[in-house]
């Protein structure tokens, strides 16, 4: 059985600063991850997809794969208050198809202003 | 930007009763999905849908969940006879295509059962 392990946070930091969010899981065979953001009573929303090793920018965000290590990260710059909220990892997609998603717990993310 | 969309926002209902949970996928999308969040704890799977029948589902989908897509648009979830441990937020997703591994999310339906 899939498991995707998250550091729950909080993790608080200072706006303008770098944040950093990372992510383990368990089996060799998702080829899939995603990282998505949910607020407070709201629902998952996408914000990056990563398929190869290596890194995946998109304006202030950058996924970060390595499966060897079976570890993805995702890294917000200039973090705004706008960011705080939880950051949900999850890998999916061993053959592409039907398969649902994995979820970790999520991070908090706290952004001082 | 087209959206999943979901109805009811809220449901609440007595345990033993049945209730319906709607979904309005992406338009050209071809696989649905149904996902839960109890208050607190992590998003968990339930079920897949491609084709007009069941592609994967989990151990939480068990007997008293069905799942149908009655028309071209809507896709429902039904639990049959509510418990109180079924009190979650429900989100139904949809993703493109076979290729494509994004899926998106609805704005959910949380149930309360009483």
């Known amino acids: 059985q899939k498991e995707v392990e998250q550091n729950s946070g909080p993790l608080s930091v200072p706006e303008g600063a770098i944040a950093s969010l990372n992510c383990t899981y368990s089996?060799?065979?998702?080829?899939?991850f995603f990282w998505y953001r949910q607020y407070s009573g709201k629902s998952p929303e996408l914000i990056m997809s990563?398929?190869?090793?290596g890194d995946k920018e998109d304006g202030r965000f950058t996924a970060q794969l390595n499966k060897a290590s079976q570890y993805v990260s995702l890294l917000i710059r200039d973090s705004q208050p706008s960011d705080s909220a939880t950051y949900l990892c999850t890998g999916g997609g061993s053959g592409g198809g039907a398969d649902g998603l994995t979820f970790g717990k999520g991070t908090h993310l706290i952004i001082q202003p | 930007e087209p959206e999943v969309t979901q109805t009811p926002s809220h449901q609440v209902t007595q345990m033993g009763q049945e209730v319906i949970l709607r979904c309005v996928p992406i338009s050209n999308h071809l696989y649905f999905y149904w996902y839960r969040q109890i208050l607190g704890q992590k998003v968990e799977f339930l079920v897949s849908?491609?084709?007009?029948?069941?592609?994967?589902k989990s151990e939480i989908f068990d007997d008293q969940f069905s799942v149908e897509r009655p028309d071209g648009s809507n896709f429902t979830l039904k639990i049959r006879s509510t418990k109180l441990e079924d009190s979650a937020m429900y989100f139904c997703a949809s993703k493109t295509d076979l290729v494509s591994y994004e899926q998106y999310f609805g704005p959910g339906t949380r149930l309360t059962v009483t």
């Open positions: 089996d060799r065979v998702s080829q899939s």
């Open positions: 849908f491609y084709n007009n029948e069941i592609s994967e």
């Open positions: 990563i398929y190869s090793n």
